[in-house]
């Protein structure tokens, strides 16, 4: 009787946690313009173009807050970020995709690490990702950008990130400008700083 119940609790807490993710995932959807997404099939970022009717109905949305952990374990909210552009990136260690951006978001850290805040979040399920995992991923190749924990997948169910990696660009207001659900190139790197930064 008690394994029944215990499967009936599961199964109504799993159908609640995908209605919240399906309404967040929605709600973010809504919000964006298409032609601010990274075109996966082509690899190219689109921006608002002048002139274009759905970039004038576009209504900009705030990138939703989060809060994920350094490395050592304080809260670290995303609206903290906010008042200089953002970069906002979900990764594993053990994915490769992700592992083959790495070096982008380096290159990247270094030529705009002062102008450009850079939240490289780790999704951190304490299984298959580990903070203990991914710090050392980080120390060995040498990346010096700071990496925070999603240890409570907080950011992970406020931006329904289902696969890796993830990028958001949004602008120094936070609000969100692009995103490319893939492994960012130089090229699409630099097209998304110059969509919200500009020297």
Same mark, same amino acid.
């Given at each position: ?18 209605? *919240? ?10 919000? %964006? ?9 082509? =690899?190219?970022?689109? *921006?608002?173009?002048? *002139?274009?009717?759905?970039? /004038?109905? %576009? ?8 809060? !994920? #952990?350094?490395?050592? =374990?304080?809260? !670290? ?6 008042? +200089? ?5 979900? @990764?594993?260690? @053990?994915? =490769?995709?992700? /592992? ?5 978001? /380096? ?26 995992? &991914? ?7 040498? $990346?010096?950008?700071? !990496? #925070? $924990?999603?240890?409570?997948?907080? &950011?992970?169910? +406020? %931006?329904?990130? $289902?696969?890796?990696?993830?990028? $958001? ?5 936070? #609000? ?6 893939? &492994? ?6 630099? /097209?998304?700083?110059?969509?919200? %930064?500009?020297?």
């Amino acid at each position: 009787m008690k394994s029944k119940k215990g499967i009936v609790i599961a199964v109504v807490l799993f159908a609640a946690f995908m209605f *919240g993710a399906f309404f967040l995932y929605s709600r973010l959807a809504d919000g %964006y313009d298409p032609n601010n997404m990274v075109e996966t099939e082509s =690899g190219e970022l689109k *921006g608002e173009e002048a *002139g274009n009717e759905a970039a /004038q109905e %576009y209504q900009p949305v705030i990138a939703p807050d989060f809060t !994920v #952990y350094d490395i050592d =374990g304080n809260a !670290v909210n995303l609206s903290d970020f906010y008042g +200089k552009p953002l970069i906002i990136n979900f @990764w594993a260690s @053990w994915c =490769g995709p992700c /592992q083959m951006e790495m070096p982008e978001f /380096q290159s990247a850290y270094e030529e705009y690490g002062d102008e450009i805040n850079f939240v490289i979040v780790d999704m951190t399920d304490g299984q298959r990702e580990t903070v203990e995992k &991914a710090s050392s991923f980080i120390a060995e190749n040498g $990346y010096t950008f700071p !990496v #925070y $924990y999603d240890t409570d997948m907080d &950011a992970a169910a +406020k %931006y329904a990130v $289902y696969t890796l990696p993830a990028t $958001y660009f949004a602008d120094s207001e936070g #609000y969100l400008v692009a995103h490319a659900k893939s &492994a960012l190139t130089a090229e699409m790197m630099a /097209q998304g700083i110059g969509m919200i %930064y500009s020297e």
